[in-house]
């Protein structure tokens, strides 16, 4: 880990679910501290495994981790934190305004973006406040903050007094209303964070091409915004061992092809490669040995059979025909990135348009690669497009400045303009987007890759808060909004795939997503476990190994998480085109 030989005071690993960003964070932690550094460890992960990793418990305050002098860590509960900052928020006003002003000012922190910024705070404590870390040479954030969470702070009218004194009504930068007080700490904070010679943003990835445009997309992003001192962390960079395995050779391959074809963004970022581990990263030696080129882990013995007491899912294709049944409605592949949603729809969708179904399949990932996933063929009875943000969020801006922005002076209109440069915008155009796409399955299926997180259903849930988030500028709200949330609750209309990896990431992610939906009264109808080794024959003694450390998390998926789940098997050749895409759902794997 290069990162390490001249490191920075901070260090923020950011990527998608499953990358390997908390067992990267906890080994560059140990490291460090085994190097006589005082080194305090920080997650913000709301499923965040830190403590198994580590083996000791963790809570909001930092914790002394006994095998290892001088680290500390800590797991900061980013749904709490929103919880104790809506109360700061509107504690004080109890007793001093009437029960609908507190209802109304409830309201304004219910949105997902309260969540972000609630989170911020908790980081600007640790990174932008010198006293509070004064203790440790080095601080260690697994999860750092999103582009979408510096955008809103740095916003101008955040911190003036537009969010009182305007008459268009209050948006998504409602919560950073109360943060006045705090300007000056945050605005150190987003300075420490673009300041080269304080921060390092370690950028985590899969030797994979979708992993990589997601990589080149955040890393883009940030660097937009000042965040320029990058690293590039390629984890689970695969090297066959038994060249007489198809599948440990076909790995191989497809990982330096990938790496072949990295994009520009990333190819001049300082780099590491990290191999891929025969188990998980648990315990306090395995992170010792993690990236040590010298050091290898411990893998299976070739013959011994894969761990199982339980049977494994069937195949994807088996749920095929009851998704069907209906003969119309909508599906949609929800997870974290990087585990296989893209194929998923693509797969369930070419699987009803062989059945003669009319199939509209859709996406709104900004990397928007579900195109190639289809190869631009033309399948009969399919359609294929893309929600594209930048022109969903031109079309809904233009549409608030001809109806809010009509009545208002010169001033009224700038300040609308910039809360229109909000990303939160676009969060809404594209939900908008998206409850038309859900609208159409009333007489043919609907395919949508990517849905709305769970904190957005949760924002449509309270309805009056996404009313003012979404007709604040408006006079009526459309007609597939209002049906949306009906149309996700009915079970005979719309079914949610969760879909994952069998690894503790992945799994752990998609149960708090499942928890989401549940509170929004959307019942997940399956669970989709994507790339599993345990149903093949692998002769690699590192797949080996995987193959049986895999199954303590398909388990955890058939046992505690859903009553229907089905599997993928790792591919040999990439599921990309109609005759790849078929073998996805095939009953029997070829």
């Given amino acids: 880990m290069q990162f390490l030989e001249h490191p920075t005071r901070n260090l923020f690993f950011t990527g998608k679910g499953g990358v390997g960003k908390t067992s990267l964070a906890c080994a560059a932690a140990v490291r460090l501290a085994d190097a006589g550094k005082k080194v305090l460890l ?4 709301p499923a965040s495994n830190l403590d198994e990793v580590l083996g000791t418990p963790l809570g909001n305050h930092p914790t002394s981790i006994t095998a290892v002098p001088g680290l500390s860590a800590m797991n900061l509960d980013p749904e709490k ?23 109304s000012m409830e309201e304004q922190f219910s949105g997902s973006c309260t969540l972000e910024i609630a989170a911020f705070d908790e ?78 943003l370690i950028l985590v990835t899969r030797p994979e091409v979708t992993a990589f445009r997601e990589a080149a997309r955040t890393s883009g992003e940030l660097a937009a915004l000042g965040v320029q001192n990058q690293h590039l962390v390629v984890n689970g960079v695969f090297q066959a061992s ?3 395995d198809p599948l440990a050779v076909a790995m191989q391959k497809r990982g330096e092809a990938a790496l072949a074809a990295i994009p520009g963004v990333l190819h001049d970022l ?24 010298s050091a290898r882990s411990p893998v299976a013995e070739p013959d011994s059979p894969p761990i199982a007491d339980f049977e494994l899912p069937l195949p994807l294709g088996t749920l095929i025909d009851d998704l069907a049944a209906p003969g119309h409605g909508v599906i949609l592949a929800m997870g974290k990135g990087g585990v296989g949603k893209t194929t998923v729809a693509a797969a369930v969708a070419v699987a009803l348009a062989d059945r003669g179904h009319r199939v509209h399949l859709s996406t709104t990932d900004p990397a928007a690669h579900i195109a190639a996933m289809v190869a631009n063929e033309s399948i009969p009875h399919l359609t294929v497009s893309r929600i594209d943000p930048v022109a969903e969020t031109a079309k809904y801006s233009a549409e608030v400045q001809q109806t809010a922005g009509a009545g208002l002076d010169p001033q009224g209109r700038e300040l609308l303009a910039e809360d229109l440069r909000s ?15 859900v609208a159409e399955g009333t007489d043919r299926f609907v395919v949508l890759d990517t849905a709305p997180t769970g904190h957005t259903i949760l ?132």
């Fill in 42 to 45: 920080v997650s913000t992960d």
């Fill in 81 to 103: 934190s929103a919880a104790e900052y809506r109360e700061r928020m509107v504690g004080p006003y109890r007793k001093l305004l009437p029960a609908s002003a507190i209802a």
């Fill in 123 to 200: 980081f600007s404590r640790l990174l932008g406040d010198a006293t509070a870390t004064a203790e440790f040479d080095h601080v260690i954030f697994d999860t750092a903050p999103t582009g979408h969470t510096l955008r809103l702070l740095t916003l101008p009218s955040a911190w003036s007094g537009f969010m009182q004194s305007n008459t268009t009504g209050t948006s998504c930068l409602g919560p950073l209303a109360g943060l006045q007080p705090q300007q000056a700490l945050y605005q150190d904070t987003v300075r420490a964070l673009s300041d080269p010679a304080v921060t390092t």
């Fill in 242 to 244: 038994d060249a007489s």
């Fill in 270 to 293: 300082p780099r590491s490669l990290i191999p891929l581990t025969a188990n998980g990263v648990l315990g306090i030696e395995s992170l010792r040995v993690l990236g040590v080129p």
């Fill in 423 to 437: 990303p939160c915008t676009e969060e809404i155009a594209v939900f908008r987007a998206f409850a038309a796409a």
């Fill in 459 to 590: 924002l449509l849930d309270a309805a009056l808060a996404y009313h003012r988030e979404v007709v604040r500028q408006s006079n009526e709200m459309p007609e597939a909004v209002v049906q949306l949330l009906p149309r996700l609750r009915d079970p005979n209309y719309s079914r949610v795939l969760i879909v994952t990896l069998p690894e503790a990431t992945p799994v752990h992610e998609a149960a708090q997503l499942q928890r989401d939906l549940r509170r929004a009264q959307i019942e997940p109808y399956a669970w989709v476990i994507n790339q599993c080794l345990s149903p093949l024959t692998v002769t690699d003694p590192l797949l080996r190994s995987r193959q049986n450390h895999e199954a303590k998390f398909i388990r955890e998926v058939v046992v505690e998480q859903s009553h229907r789940a089905v599997m993928i098997p790792w591919k040999i050749e990439p599921p990309v085109g109609h005759e790849g895409l078929r073998s996805v759902v095939e009953l029997i794997d070829s």
